[in-house]
């Protein structure tokens, strides 16, 4: 045989006895293949020891397989003969997930069938749409896309006004806009979180930036610069040739980012987030794995989007890369164990060789007014000028001289344009 040894894709079972169980297997991997192979005649190590054949033979496990296995499936089953052994292959595939074997659903994992719960069938049910956030409706129909046009501009592409909402994928097929529609829309309640806490745990907050409410590669974009802000760099004088120490490599987080965003549930529209400590960054998204995909395979690198219509804008845009080296490429600087995975959240931990340093903002030499707005914005980088005027009550003049004041003094800088870039407060 050119198969050697079971696999995903592949069930070997020994004798005919063993029936049940490879109806189990095979429900197993055509959920999570959508196709599957069973060999009968072959030991667990590839030892081909044959079957015995009789009239009723390929009947019965063709009967077996209509009334044991829902949805119908039809299978293929042949006889092939190795030396004077014969052995039965029985193949099928379908798209109906997902199958269950006896009223119950299983789902491959290696080489080895994993019985799953109703959730998990709901999820698999769910996949039958390819991409969650293209088949959901969204539930505010006044959308614009100004931002999202913009960002094609800039990567020099052809567009079409006429045509453009619909190559995007972001129409359902009833033509109303989609959930990923709302997402990348010039207005939408979904906010993404960068916040800095003191010290090695949660405790204390000594910032909350909040990127959103506007076309989600943006917010995206906006939250990965502020982060990499904060990359310090520590010279090493220990060794005779001088030694640049970054407090974490950017690449990795790039990638940890970029996936958190493509593996988040979005259908929940909770958004992935950046928690910084003195320590570590922590990057969250929501949803773990999906059911069809392994760890083996994630860790491999095999590229397994939750949100497909999301990977295709944002690869276009030069967001995001194809060929699914992220988790590798984190792998090679921080290990496996930056990777903490479970059913509802994938957590990507960046340690720093130093601690970050972090001290109090100095308020020497300011007026009372200077303070307010300084205060406001190390709590919050990203604040508005309305916001300051609401948290100072000051008026919008007189915000906007303390902001100049402020530029002057070397207390603060801005970071990006004045519609999506952010205030940095100088130590």
Not at 262 to 291: M, N, Q
Not at 319 to 341: D, M, R, S
Not at 344 to 360: A, D, Q, S, W
Not at 398 to 410: A, F, P, Q, S, W
Request: hydrophobic letters at 35%; charged letters at 25%.
């Amino acid at each position: 045989m050119e198969i050697k040894r079971e696999t995903e894709f592949v069930e070997f079972k020994e004798s005919l006895s063993q029936l049940s169980r490879a109806l189990e297997s095979l429900v197993a991997m055509i959920n999570k293949h959508g196709n599957a192979i069973v060999y009968f005649g072959v030991k667990d190590n590839g030892e081909i020891v044959g079957v015995k054949v009789g009239n009723k033979t390929m009947k019965d496990i063709s009967q077996a397989v209509s009334e044991r296995i829902k949805p119908l499936l039809v299978p293929r089953i042949t006889e092939e003969l190795y030396g004077d052994k014969v052995i039965i292959k029985l193949e099928a595939s379908g798209t109906n997930t997902p199958y269950s074997s006896d009223g119950n659903y299983f789902i491959r994992s290696g080489n080895e069938n994993r019985k799953i719960d109703p959730d998990t069938m709901r999820q698999l049910i769910f996949r039958n749409s390819n991409d969650n956030i293209v088949e959901i409706e969204s539930f505010n129909q006044d959308l614009t896309f100004t931002q999202l046009w913009q960002l094609y501009i800039l990567r020099d592409f052809t567009l079409s006004k006429d045509t453009f909402v619909k190559n995007t994928g972001l129409l359902t097929r009833n033509n109303k806009y989609n959930l990923l529609g709302y997402l990348l829309a010039d207005n939408n309640d979904v906010s993404i979180k960068v916040i800095r806490f003191k010290g090695l745990d949660k405790t204390e907050i000594i910032s909350r930036n909040e990127f959103g409410y506007k076309c989600l590669l943006l917010a995206f974009q906006n939250a990965l610069e502020y982060t990499l802000s904060y990359n310090e760099t520590k010279v090493d004088m220990s060794q005779i040739v001088r030694k640049e120490i970054k407090l974490f490599d950017e690449s990795s987080l790039r990638e940890a980012w970029s996936n958190a965003c493509l593996h988040t549930r979005w259908d929940k529209l909770i958004s992935p987030a950046i928690y910084i400590f003195d320590d570590r960054i922590e990057v969250i998204s929501t949803g773990g794995l999906p059911i069809d995909y392994s760890e083996e395979d994630f860790y491999s690198g095999i590229s397994h989007p939750i949100n497909r219509g999301l990977q295709k804008i944002m690869g276009q845009l030069g967001l995001v890369e194809q060929t699914g080296h992220g988790v590798p490429e984190i792998i090679k600087h921080y290990g496996k164990e930056a990777f903490t995975l479970n059913d509802n959240y994938i957590n990507v931990t960046l340690k720093f060789p130093f601690l970050l340093v972090h001290g109090e903002t100095s308020y020497s030499e300011l007026n009372s007014s200077q303070i307010k707005v300084l205060k406001a914005i190390s709590i919050k980088p990203s604040i508005k000028t309305q916001e300051l005027c609401d948290v100072t009550g000051l008026g919008i003049s007189r915000i906007n001289e303390l902001i100049k004041e402020l530029k002057e003094l070397n207390r603060i800088k801005r970071v990006g344009s004045n519609k999506t870039g952010y205030w940095e407060v100088l130590k």
